[in-house]
């Protein structure tokens, strides 16, 4: 079937191929004989049948004939009806006429020894299909004569099988094709010439001859054209030399292998070989034109390469510099403290709703479009940090963020926190895809994977059931993960199938040593939050309400944390739920803290989508102060070393006193009455006294009143930013030192009248801070103790306040010493270059 139909097809195309050079030998002949006898009155494109009908009548023929060949018909019968136009009346004379006619053509043709036809060829009765191609054939020889006669060359018709005249001969076909209305394309085909195969002898003579007087013509308008209209093919005939070579060469070659040529050239020949030459030159001119072309268009290339490589630089100069300026960007934002926000759009699950997301900039630009009001107007612009489009993998998240994550590895407190519309993919980028897939892992595991110590540190937390657990390797870790994640409540929502009903929160708990002898401990929360949800959207009823009220309750604390962080607010509310108590250190502290704001694109999110952006742009102002590291220095080390050391001198001076008082048989009964007690406080720096030499302790009371050493005490004085925290976990933080020393306290009462104090009991100075302690004198009464200063030692620029009296709240208020025993302290520092004057720790009283 399939080879029929293709044999069927083929027959076709080669029927039709042979119609339209028969229609265009046809126009050939009338076009040629219209300029001999003027209009035929038939269309330039006639069919056979109009064809022969006008030729029928012989005149038409015979005075053709004669105008080449003047007296070849000698005797012509004129119609009776004027010959233009001509008209079907015209053919109304006796038949014997016409014949007469077409015999008296017929026989001037032979003689002209021309192909000729049949006379009953042009009989209206036996007209058949291609009959009139005799006919065409005859006329277009007539034609060629006339040319060789206006050349005064017989010998071209051997030059004109060369290919070219072959090519040119469907050169003209194709011109004349753009005539006829199925083939309106103008350009050369050349290639054509090979898919034909070649005429028959005499076909060809008569072809070949008609054609070459066009082909220069063709040629010029060609090229021309061709500035305009490069046709491939011609080009890549013209560049492979095929056709011009062939068709400067072949006569040569012809010529040379003729033996008649070599000694003598007839006329003829002389003027094939000026066609030839004209054509050269034609075809080197052509040539010229094409390199001239060639060497422009290669001069525009290189000036295009050279304008490309400009601006490939100049593009990678402007993304050089928006890298930096990101870079610097961060650097204030670090050294300011801000939140860094990050977004990320989670991929669209409906290809019917609209995404609301209309543009996502590199330089973190979101922009949102309210599908209520499309146009301008409807358009939201948003700036944070970076922005991960749908199509952002986990990897890429995690990259952005491994800085921030390794820092905790400085000593840094660093904590992610992902907040979003229910839905939007936090545990996604917390965790992973849900399911528990071992692929497109989450930042908790890939943090964990990058970090290189981990270890448990004291528990300071405050969240009922939560846990700490030993871990030694990565996959502890995410086995605890993965005990967490089974404790964690999962249930289906109409908005997410496992919508999260809890906050998780991974706290990795960094505790390290460098080789300098430094310590430093850190630790690093991942906090995946609960999606914040309307209710009426995700359906939920029952416990599973409870849990979203819950949820936004706790969300909502956030952002009243977050408004009074962004107003700076004496009052910070952390206290107002368990999640902003959790991130208290990560929101108020010195920590790097990092949001990643996640957003669904659907158009039904519009609204949520819109306030988390609002609520994240928000976060982003918040600054929190530049982050500190909790690094302790070799030196600080030192220090406590060096303290360390003083407390067991200390101890052995006790150990020393007490034998001696034993010996003297003192006081005794009043060490019976009160047994030894001691009193610890502990002595903390602020962080700026890092170059304080070793604290200088004496005991004061030794010399006066030694029996009195047999009771020992621990003070405790601590910067000013210990007040604020006073946890033991925060201290731990500040990196603060610890001294004490152990004094007899049931005689602390009597220090300022014995003048046992002479010194500063703790004395830190460095360039700014001047660190004193002050002692009570005995006081008159139990509410009311006047102060006195022992010691003050100052520098030029220390300014001394005047004496405060002590706080009046229970723990900080002294007590009348009952007993000697009960005795309080005070401490007070003095900052010379702010000149305040904050209370330290209020004497601490372990009664
Ligand atoms: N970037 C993403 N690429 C592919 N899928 C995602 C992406 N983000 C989220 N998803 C998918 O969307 C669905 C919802 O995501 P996910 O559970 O993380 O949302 P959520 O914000 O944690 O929701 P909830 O607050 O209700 O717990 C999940 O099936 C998740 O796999």
């Not at 060949?69 to 010959?83: D, I, R, T, Y």
């Not at 080009?235 to 040379?256: F, I």
């Not at 009570?776 to 620029?797: A, C, G, L, M, N």
Request: hydrophobic residues 35%.
């Amino acid at each position: 079937m399939e080879d029929s139909a293709r044999t069927g097809l083929h027959d076709f195309t080669r029927a039709s191929r042979k119609a339209e050079e028969a229609a265009w030998r046809r126009f050939q002949a009338v076009e040629w004989l219209e300029t001999l006898v003027g209009p035929l009155g038939i269309p330039k494109q006639p069919s056979e049948r109009e064809f022969i009908s006008c030729l029928r009548n012989g005149l038409i023929l015979c005075n053709a004939m004669n105008k080449i060949q003047p007296g070849a018909v000698p005797k012509v019968v004129e119609s009776q009806m004027p010959l233009q136009p001509l008209s079907r009346e015209s053919q109304a004379l006796p038949a014997y006429q016409y014949f007469e006619n077409v015999r008296n053509f017929l026989v001037a043709v032979e003689e002209l020894k021309l192909p000729a036809f049949e006379a009953s060829d042009l009989e209206r009765d036996a007209l058949e299909a291609g009959s009139a191609a005799k006919v065409v054939d005859c006329i277009l020889a007539l034609k060629s004569y006339e040319w060789k006669q206006m050349s005064n060359g017989n010998s071209f018709n051997k030059y004109v099988k060369s290919p070219l005249v072959m090519i040119s001969a469907n050169i003209m076909h194709s011109r004349a094709s753009a005539v006829v209305p199925s083939d309106s394309c103008r350009q050369l085909d050349m290639s054509a010439a090979c898919e034909r195969q070649p005429p028959v002898e005499g076909d060809n003579q008569k072809l070949q001859v008609d054609s070459l007087e066009s082909v220069i013509k063709l040629l010029v308008d060609s090229m021309v054209d061709v500035k305009e209209n490069i046709d491939d093919k011609l080009l890549a005939s013209y560049h492979s030399g095929d056709v011009l070579n062939s068709m400067s060469k072949e006569p040569l070659k012809e010529r040379s292998s003729s033996p008649a040529h070599s000694t003598s050239m007839p006329l003829e020949d002389l003027s094939a070989l000026e066609n030839s030459r004209d054509l050269k030159a034609l075809w080197l001119s052509a040539k010229k034109d094409f390199e001239d072309l060639q060497t422009q268009l290669q001069r525009d290339l290189k000036h295009l390469g050279t304008q490309v490589q400009e601006l490939s630089t100049a593009a990678l100069g402007y993304h050089r510099v928006v890298k930096e300026n990101q870079k610097l960007y961060n650097m204030v934002q670090d050294l300011k403290g801000n939140i860094r926000v990050y977004c990320r759009i989670r991929p669209s699950f409906s290809s019917e709703s609209k995404n609301v997301i209309k543009f996502i900039g590199e330089d973190g630009s979101v922009v949102i479009l309210d599908p209520a009001k499309p146009q301008k107007d409807g358009r939201k612009d948003f700036q944070f940090n970076r922005v991960f489009g749908p199509t952002s993998s986990q990897d890429e998240v995690f990259k952005d963020t491994q800085p921030l994550i390794r820092s905790v590895m400085d000593g840094y407190n660093v904590c992610i926190f992902a907040y979003g519309q229910t839905g939007s993919g936090k545990t996604h980028t917390m965790s992973g895809p849900s399911g528990g897939s071992t692929r497109d892992m989450g930042i908790n595991y890939l943090a964990l994977n990058d970090l290189f110590q981990i270890c448990p540190t004291d528990n300071g937390l405050s969240i009922p059931d939560a846990t700490m657990h030993s871990v030694n390797s990565t996959t502890d870790v995410l086995n605890l993960m993965k005990f967490g994640e089974m404790n964690r409540m999962v249930s289906s929502t109409a908005i997410n199938n496992r919508s999260s009903r809890s906050h998780s929160v991974l706290t990795i708990h960094v505790h390290g040593k460098d080789t300098s002898g430094g310590t430093l401990r850190s630790c690093l929360h991942l906090v995946d939050l609960a999606g914040s949800e309307r209710v009426d959207k995700s359906e939920v009823t029952g416990d599973r309400l409870k849990e979203a009220q819950y949820i936004n309750k706790s969300l909502s604390c956030l952002g009243d944390v977050i408004t009074a962080l962004a107003q700076k607010n004496s009052h910070i509310p952390y206290r107002n739920s368990k999640l902003t108590l959790l991130l208290q250190g990560a929101l108020g502290g010195h920590a790097k803290t990092l949001m990643l704001a996640h957003v669904s694109p659907e158009e039904d999110s519009f609204n949520e989508t819109i306030s988390t952006l609002k609520f994240a742009q928000r976060v982003s102002t918040v600054e929190l102060g530049a982050a500190r590291s909790n690094k302790e220095s070799g030196e600080v080390m030192q220090l406590k070393e060096q303290i360390e050391k003083l407390k067991k001198a200390l101890a052995n001076k006790e150990v020393q006193g007490i034998q001696f008082s034993k010996t003297s048989e003192k006081p005794r009964t009043m060490t019976e009455r009160t047994p030894q007690r001691l009193r610890r406080l502990s002595i903390e720096n602020c962080s700026t006294v890092k170059t304080e030499k070793a604290i200088n302790l004496e005991d004061r009371k030794g010399s006066k009143t030694p029996s009195l050493s047999t009771r020992s005490r621990r003070l405790s004085l601590e910067g000013p930013r210990s007040v604020k925290n006073d946890s033991l976990q925060i201290s731990h933080d500040m990196g603060k030192f610890l001294a004490s020393e152990t004094v007899p306290r049931e005689n602390c009462g009597q220090l300022q009248e014995t003048e046992a104090v002479t010194k500063p009991f703790g004395h830190f100075r460095n360039e700014n801070t001047t660190l004193e302690v002050w002692f009570p004198k005995t006081p008159r009464s139990p509410t009311r103790i006047p102060y006195q200063k022992r010691v003050v030692e100052t520098d030029s620029k220390t300014q001394v306040p005047s004496l405060q009296p002590p706080p009046t709240t229970p723990e900080a208020r002294p007590r009348a010493p009952r007993s000697p025993t009960s005795c309080t302290y005070q401490k007070r520092v003095f900052e010379t270059e702010s000149i305040t004057q904050c209370p330290l720790l209020s004497a601490t009283n372990d009664t």
